[in-house]
């Protein structure tokens, strides 16, 4: 057994050994690399390959620790990289078009829209946009429309159909397992709960639904009708009609320019290029277009900045991370652009569904003080909704732009009640207490009526608390706010109609708005906030390791996309902690 036991230490020591090595070539590379040398150079005559498979967030992130910043694969670049790299192509001379190759897109709608805007601008130099793909989704299509010619593979397919969003019920599940959520909301419209609650959609879900696919609808098809010259009838008919379901069809409904293999569209850019068809031209990646764009040092000429502070993801308790809004991580980058005398205004980017109610209160206490000094803007981005337009709600203005989810100004309390299944299973339970309401709350007893009424109170009283900084914020009554609240979700057209925001417009409206208010023409831009995450952390993350993959991603492998959606939607009901702000379920447009 010792000699068993001295192989054992042996064989760990090598690893532990090897692992130390392998960490401590990258924390070298971390220190002495990252030069000029590992950045893509851009040629002459070179054509952007807009490839945007793995970009679907805001902002890439940075941490305090530059060992981490070189190790996490969220240092890649963000979707703000992408936005900034384009209007830089659109003034350098060695770029002369962009190439949009059988992308399969991860970016929201509204993150779609911004693009599209910054594309049909980028055309305005002389510049080509041209696409091409084997299979055509429709989210894909609403962004490949900007393009001068659209290519599509003579066996391919194309969607165009119009939007649904599948909801899914879990009420017979629980009765089946014995495993119930115990609700308590305030708002009509606060669905994010129903499908504990139900087999079956609401009337009120069902109309606030309709009313949101049909405005996002509405926005597609005429940013569509814009830029294929179609008139929106026809659109909607070709969609009612699957008009356009096969590369034929496509063509004779004016939705694609060309059917035709990727050599051929290769050869199309080629002519545009005049590059002779038997040469390569040059290509150059969007990502690494933006990191060489990032590492040139800024020709402006000031001290003036605007502090873009990204707030993206579920809300929740602690310091936060790059897919999480934690207060701490929110507070220090608000502290630190408020002190900042070179700091003239701050800009909030949100993408959240919202979450903690408490987190939320926090992060807006903390903006009402930023008010004070300088101006804030917020910049919507996919989704504002509930706390995540707790956080946006006092600002001195407020853009989104029009398929934005916002609203979903509601709270709800939900807790797992294990009762039936432990009745099933054999368990039971005594509590011994001092006091009446003494005792925990137990779930594997029913909800106590006074735990149920205590539970009751905190909801409605932070319901009232949460309209009332809406109704102070946009300078409308308790009464006005509480109409039009109820946990419903408007898009932001409809947010502008309901005066939830001021205008209609991109990260650049808001940066816009934000140098008006602050009284400054030129500036720089500071990203925040920065994480407080060390090399332990790091590892104890398994998502982090660039090398590992996570056990999520065996289990999305093994049961299948749709499943583990809904897994994870079960999972985050059952990890909630105190009351939530949270915008109704996961809307997944298709």
Known sequence: MKFLGNIIATVIGIFVFMMLVFFGILFLGAIFGGGDSDIVKVEKNSVIELNLEDIYLDYKGKYSDPLVTFLSKNTEVGFSDVINAIEHAKNDDKIKGIS???NFSSLGLAQSKSLREKLIDFKKSGKFVVAYSNYLTQRDYYLNSVADTIYLNPVGEMEFKGLSSEILFFKDLQEKSGVKMEVIRHGKYKSAVEPFLENEISAENREQMTSLLNSVWTTMVEDISKSRKISVDSLNSIATNLSARTPEM????KLIDK???EDEYHDGIRTALKVDFDEDYKTIEIADYAQNFLTKPSKISTKDKIAIIYAQGEIMGGDGDVTIIGEGAMRKALIEARKDKNVKAIVLRVDSPGGSALTSELIWREIEIAKKSKPVVVSMGNVAASGGYYIACNADKIIAEPTTITGSIGVFGAIPNMTELSKKIGINTSIIKTHDNAGEYSVFKPLDPTLRATITESIENIYTTFVTRVAVGRKMTFAQVD?????????????????????????????????KLAKIKKYKILNLPEFDKNFM???????????AKSKEAYIREEIGIEAYQTLQQIKKMSQQKGVQ??????IRIK
């Open 537 to 547: 952390d790091f590892l104890n993350d398994s998502n982090s390791l660039p090398f």
């Open 259 to 261: 059917i035709g293999y």
């Open 100 to 102: 949009i190759l059988n």
């Open 581 to 586: 702000a949270l915008m109704p379920y996961e």
């Open 483 to 515: 109409e039009i609240a109820q946990g419903r979700v408007w898009t932001g057209t409809e947010a502008l109609e309901l005066g939830l925001v001021d205008q209609l417009g991109g990260l650049d409206t808001a940066l816009a708005e934000a140098a």
């Open 250 to 253: 496509a063509l004779s409904s």
